[in-house]
């Protein structure tokens, strides 16, 4: 399955997106289906985990997702550990007018396992597609808004 990518350009540096995106606990702030996000450590670092509670329709799935690289303040990878549906994600941040602003892109590569491979295809992949955008844009707002 093709990946799905969005992006947004934010009117802050670079390293100041790093630091937000990369933090799980600010999840729920712009993800819209993130309802809970539950993560021990504070120092966010590779192997680092965090576990998410997601609103699928009417139901909420907890998943775990593990940070796989980290390179401030321009990329971060994670992937899906656990769920029906997993996701890889790749963010890529590019600084713009001499970093006063950035470009965010974020790339997601779903992947079904057991009851998933048939969830995935049928709601999931639709539901990413629809919300990727809007939380991009909330992401841009509040970064944005944080800053005034």
């Known amino acids: 399955m093709a990946a ?31 309802v809970k996000v539950e993560c021990k450590e504070t120092a966010i670092h590779v192997g680092t985990r965090a ?12 998943m775990t997702s593990e940070f796989v690289e980290l390179t401030p303040p ?12 997993r996701g890889d994600v790749d963010g890529r941040i590019e600084p713009l007018e001499n ?19 048939l969830l995935l295809p049928l709601v999931v992949k639709r539901k990413v597609e629809t919300e990727m955008p809007r939380n991009m844009q909330h992401l841009k707002e509040h970064l944005e808004r944080a800053q005034t």
């Open 4 to 34: 799905i990518v969005a992006s947004a350009e934010i009117a802050r540096s670079p390293d100041d997106v790093f630091a937000y995106i990369t933090d799980p606990t600010n999840l729920p702030e712009w993800q819209e289906s993130v």
């Open 51 to 62: 576990q998410l509670t997601r609103r699928v329709g009417r139901r909420e799935m907890r």
């Open 74 to 85: 321009t990329h971060w990878a994670i992937r899906g550990v656990d769920s029906p549906v």
């Open 99 to 117: 970093g006063a602003r950035s470009r965010v892109t974020i790339e997601i590569d779903l992947h079904g396992h057991g009851i998933g491979k």
